[in-house]
């Protein structure tokens, strides 16, 4: 089946650096690619649509200069955090869409310190 | 407001109960899935139902997409504390965007 491989599973950073998070399609190519943010005891938030190539679409209330999303090939995306702050401390899940449909990464548990 | 609205958000039960949770929506999907989610875990993948009025059974897990597309149902026969876990709707429009409703956190107690 389909894998969506996402790292790092866990990181922390200190406030006001940059966490780069990766998500890579495995087994297939994918069309594209999105991005969640999961506060404790809630569900996914979109966060972000990307489609190779091109650039992302942002969920409304999302910083796109915070939130830099890059889908350079149809295998992989990548979410950096921006000088990143204890408020966005949280989990980061990816998935994505390709011939299998919906594939999720395991997710990475950011802590900004 | 979500786009999808998820009830139960928590739901206790002893074992051997049956239980439904309820996902609905004013906007029509092109396909509706139900994951589960363990703590610290991306969602897993239970079912996906495209077709209006479709019923799936995985075990004793039974789901319904309704006829216009717009809601769902999730059935659990004689629930088990393997059963307990956080359960996810999520829809996806024309435009492929999946998002997620509120999610029904449950309990099973032996």
């Known amino acids: 089946g389909a894998v969506v491989s996402q790292h790092p599973s866990r990181v922390i950073c200190k406030s006001g650096t940059s966490v780069k998070i990766e998500c890579r399609s495995l087994?297939?190519?994918?069309?594209?690619m999105f991005w969640y943010r999961q506060f404790p005891k809630q569900s996914l938030m979109l966060m972000a649509t990307?489609?190779?190539?091109?650039?992302?679409?942002?969920e409304q209330g999302v910083e796109k200069d915070k939130f830099l999303i890059n889908h350079a090939s149809l295998t992989l995306s990548t979410l950096t955090v921006t000088s990143a702050h204890p408020e966005d401390s949280s989990f980061y899940i990816c998935?994505?869409?390709?011939?299998?449909?919906?594939?999720f990464g395991s997710g990475t548990r950011l802590t900004v310190v | 407001t979500q786009l999808l609205e998820q009830s139960p958000q928590f739901l206790s039960i002893q074992e051997g109960e049956n239980l439904t949770v309820y996902c609905n929506s004013s906007?029509?999907?092109?396909?509706l899935q139900w994951y589960r989610q363990e703590p610290g875990e991306g969602p897993v993948l239970l079912v996906t139902?495209?077709?209006?009025?479709e019923v799936k059974k995985l075990k004793r897990l039974t789901f319904q997409f309704g006829d216009a597309r717009k809601d769902s149902s999730l059935h659990i026969t004689a629930a088990q504390p393997g059963d307990t876990g956080l359960y996810l709707c999520?829809?996806?429009?024309?435009?492929?965007?999946?998002?997620f409703g509120a999610g029904t956190r449950l309990t099973v107690k032996p």
């Open positions: 998935s994505a869409l390709g011939q299998y449909g919906y594939t």
């Open positions: 139902v495209v077709t209006g009025g």
């Open positions: 906007s029509v999907f092109s396909s």
């Open positions: 087994d297939f190519q994918a069309t594209t």
């Open positions: 990307s489609n190779e190539g091109s650039k992302a679409t942002y």
């Open positions: 999520a829809g996806a429009r024309n435009n492929n965007d999946m998002r």
